[in-house]
């Protein structure tokens, strides 16, 4: 099987699985798991932070930053297809009782026009108390939904700039930072040092096997914890996890390079085939979307000589590289998909 389903597949190496099994462990609920711990300073140093809550997934990660940087009735700024809007199953109006304002973006990025045009400015007929509350705004790099694409560092200069004068805070979910940091050249801690908090993931491209973090300053990440454990987030031996975390920092973060080329190499080579329309300007890191008359029949013809994908919608497929493809199973992908796109058209 060749599994282009997610980057979350990955299963630990047998590498991972040996420091998964000697970690040094305590009870992460208060806070004495000397893995869990590592892990949380190693990655606020990195992004330049001064705090990290390690957290069982990225949508809790983000949903607990929207939780702790806005009110009930707030508006909160996204781009139309960003996973905090699309994949979290209404969970910012749940647990947080705000409205999700969204931006149409290009390929998942938006300009500071867009916000400015969004939040209303208050006028002497107009007093701010009538005005929608605006307090977060959240950007997404790399973006998903539009197939892994790396936000411009100074577009995020700009919103996030516009964003600080509008007094609204800023949230990075960066679930695939790693493959921005290594597509862009720009540092993780650049990026982050643009937002008030980051989600980042261990789980994505870097191949561990759970678990994301939320990073910001003291105060914020002291208040961020209250809410990992009133959303049921708190876990005990939780070393054991943070440790095969720690492990994909230390050895897999250079390496989502090669699931880029990896990509980029099955996108070109679809790219020639008929029936299969892919915008290759925007395979930028290890996803790549591409169109088709009928995406089902091209996943189940794919899957059933064992190259596995995902339908992102009726005319849409999704392919994902990482630890768990080989560079060399990429021709084997491109021609299953190349001979299921053919007799999807027959
Ligand atoms: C996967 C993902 C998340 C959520 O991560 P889970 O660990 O699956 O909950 C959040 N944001 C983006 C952009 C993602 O791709």
Known sequence: MIDLRSDTVTKPTPAMREAIANAPVGDDVYHDDPTVNELEARVAGLLGKDDAMFVPSGTMSNQVAVRIQTEPGD?????????????????AAHHSGVTLRRIAGTRGVFGADAVRDLVPVPHPALPSHLLDPFTLVCVENTHNAAGGTVWPIDAIRDVTRTAAELGLRRHLDGARIWNASVASG??????????????VCFSKGLGAPVGSALVGDRETIDRARRFKHLFGGGMRQAGLIAAGALYAIDHHRGRVADDHANARAFAEGLAQVDGC??????????????DVDDAAAVVDAAGDNGVLMLVNRPGQVRAVFSLAVENTQVREAIE????AIRASLR
């Open 277 to 290: 329309s892919i915008d290759l300007s925007s395979v930028q890191t290890n996803i790549v979307n591409f």
């Open 336 to 339: 299953v998909t190349a001979e």
């Open 186 to 199: 720009v540092g993780v801690d650049e990026y982050a040092s643009h937002f008030d908090t980051v989600s």
């Open 75 to 91: 508006s909160v700024i996204i781009e139309e297809e960003a996973h905090i809007g699309v994949h979290e199953l209404g969970g």
